[in-house]
């Protein structure tokens, strides 16, 4: 059958090379394509290396060896903007990932179907909410004087806070709005491999007389723990790549304490104060930090559990 | 079988649990709704939970006489349905060849595709980029700028591999032509899978705001999103208190302006959302898959 196929390809490949051009013909849009937009901005990374000039553009401006990267390492944004960038990335690994698995493993224990599926339509609705949307409905709520979160303390006879130019405020905005944008949409990879998981396993571990939480424990995590590594992985290498399109509509001057991090740092000096050397710099290195994060995770899940993403 | 006691607990413990999460995350979209179909005083005194008080349709009535908003939800379908399109139709220029084993350079291809999946240039280089290109300020930018996805080409060229070739052989038999082939055969099977990729397309179009708004220089060409940013962020964050001034005398104030036209902004989000939910789903399992 596969010599049979084989000698078909060969028969049509010799046939109709005419034909075939048409397949060339059509991969030149999609070439074309990536290399101005995927390839050329790719090239443009030399610009962290360069004293930018508009007029010059990108292959021609001049070199300034490391000077981008002495900029923005020496100036004072630094360390505050790593510091926070590694914060908010870690408490969004520490709440923000168990968060789906958790609800993974309540929606699977539900036995009515259509309280199951309600549950899961409902809690996946706010990732089809815009960024723009989540922060406006947070600062509108969080309002001193007419948000619903501030009447509800009032009730208590508290003093209206102001949530949005807390500086200590922010890392909880940021992680518990990430939280109820994000828990039902990553949920659903985790519910997909709960229902792959063996029933028979299950039947032997009540025979064995184990109740639901060793349920839990010793057949359904153990039988998810491969998804749990390779999604830990990849979310480890994004600790860095924190999501700044939510930071940029919810921070102020006031806040930037706590919540300024390197890729909001690099798109103010770069897109706004046109520094675009120290800000294709300060992406360059979020970029080498996430790569050496990666590979360690890697590495670490590879020995200790031998699940690995390569 | 016999449920125990204990086990009883658990599943009602767990559902009261899940009702509260599901709960958590339905109201503040209820919220939203209820204050812009409120009067603008209950809105004020915060006396809106869940439920309109005073049903009220005038902040409807003034985001549907604005002609910015018009505007701008007009750029916003436009950018949408073409940036989608333009997407579709890139993705396919490059996952239909890539599926057929006799494509010479199939495999330098392949790797061209996977490069650009784990390596990219970053905010800055591409919007220099759009700057050395000319493409600052048009809408050819937006649409045409984002066209280059490798994942998504990874996931066409794997559903087009699982199509039976005896389907094109027998095509060629009767002399077929490639675009023939892919338009007659091709696209009719894989209904579902452009549903998915266009689906999600398309809801990272309509929701996006970063990129028009660093694009886009004049009002007229702004979409939606970045108008709404403009009314929620810089109206409130901007001044420093969060505090705002509030009109008495129309019978809507500025957050239920607001309000209404986040409603009207996540309508066609809301009318599609059963079969958001069915793609999406489907999307999500083949790319965890693939990835």
């Avoid at chain 1, 078909?8 to 010799?14: E, F, P, T």
């Avoid at chain 1, 006031?254 to 919540?259: G, H, I, M, P, S």
């Amino acid at each position: 059958m596969k010599t049979q196929l084989a000698a078909m390809n060969v028969k049509m490949h010799g046939r109709t090379i005419k034909r075939d051009l048409s397949l060339y013909i059509m991969s030149v849009p999609f070439i074309l394509a990536y290399i101005l937009f995927a390839y050329k901005p790719l090239t443009g990374l030399i610009i962290a290396f360069k004293e930018y000039n508009l007029f010059e553009g990108t292959y021609s401006s001049p070199w300034v060896g490391l000077d981008n990267f002495r900029a923005f390492l020496g100036g004072p944004y630094f360390s505050r903007t790593f510091k926070n960038t590694l914060i908010l990335g870690a408490l969004g690994i520490l709440f923000g990932f168990p968060a789906p698995i958790l609800l993974a493993l309540m929606i699977n224990e539900v036995r009515v179907k259509w309280f199951q599926r309600t549950v899961q339509s409902i809690t996946f609705m706010p990732y089809f909410v815009s960024t723009v949307v989540v922060a406006g409905i947070v600062v509108n709520i969080l309002s001193p004087s007419t948000g619903v979160v501030n009447k509800i303390l009032g009730l208590f006879g508290a003093e209206p806070i102001y949530f949005m130019t807390k500086p200590e405020w922010f890392r909880t905005i940021y992680i518990a709005s990430g939280i109820w944008q994000f828990s039902g949409y990553n949920a659903i990879i985790y519910i997909a491999a709960l229902s792959a998981v063996d029933v028979q396993l299950y039947e032997a571990c009540i025979i064995d007389g184990g109740n639901k939480f060793k349920q839990i424990i010793h057949v359904t995590i153990p039988g998810i723990l491969p998804t749990i590594i390779i999604m830990f992985i990849m979310d480890i290498g994004n600790i860095i790549n924190v999501g700044y399109e939510k930071i940029i509509l919810l921070y102020q001057p006031a806040t930037y304490e706590t919540a300024d991090i390197l890729s909001t740092y690099m798109f103010r000096s770069g897109i706004q104060d046109g520094e675009y050397g120290v800000a294709t710099a300060v992406g360059l290195f979020n970029s080498a930090v996430s790569l050496l994060m990666v590979t360690a995770t890697n590495m670490l899940c590879r020995k200790l559990n031998n699940t690995s993403l390569w | 079988m016999k449920i125990s006691k204990g086990e009883k607990a658990f599943y009602c413990v767990n559902g009261f649990l899940l009702i509260l999460f599901a709960l958590l995350c339905l109201c503040p979209l209820v919220y939203v709704a209820s204050a812009s179909l409120s009067s603008a005083e209950a809105v004020m005194k915060g006396e809106v939970f869940l439920l309109p008080k005073g049903f009220n349709l005038g902040a409807y009535k003034k985001v549907f006489e604005d002609s910015k908003i018009w505007i701008a939800y007009a750029n916003t379908v436009y950018y949408t349905i073409f940036g989608t399109l333009a997407q579709l139709f890139i993705t396919c220029c490059g996952a239909y060849p890539l599926s057929k084993p006799y494509f010479k350079g199939r495999k330098w291809l392949n790797i061209f595709v996977v490069i650009t999946i784990w390596f990219s240039g970053g905010m800055i280089p591409t919007y220099l980029n759009f700057v050395e290109l000319g493409l600052v300020n048009t809408r050819a930018g937006l649409i045409w700028g984002f066209v280059c996805q490798g994942t998504s080409v990874v996931i066409m060229r794997t559903f087009f591999e699982g199509l039976p070739m005896e389907l094109e052989e027998a095509a060629v038999v009767d002399g077929a032509t490639h675009v023939q082939i892919f338009s007659k055969i091709y696209l009719p099977l894989s209904v579902a899978s452009f549903a998915t990729l266009g689906l999600m397309f398309a809801v990272g179009r309509w929701n996006g705001y970063l990129w028009s708004m660093i694009l886009f220089k004049e009002d007229s060409k702004m979409p939606l999103q970045v108008l709404l940013k403009k009314l929620v962020v810089d109206t409130t964050v901007g001044s420093a208190s969060g505090d705002k001034m509030t009109d008495t005398i129309k019978d809507y104030s500025d957050d239920m302006l607001i309000y209404a036209t986040m409603i009207v902004s996540m309508i066609p989000m809301l009318v599609c959302y059963p079969f958001l939910q069915k793609y999406f789903k489907k999307g999500m399992v083949i790319g965890a898959v693939k990835g």
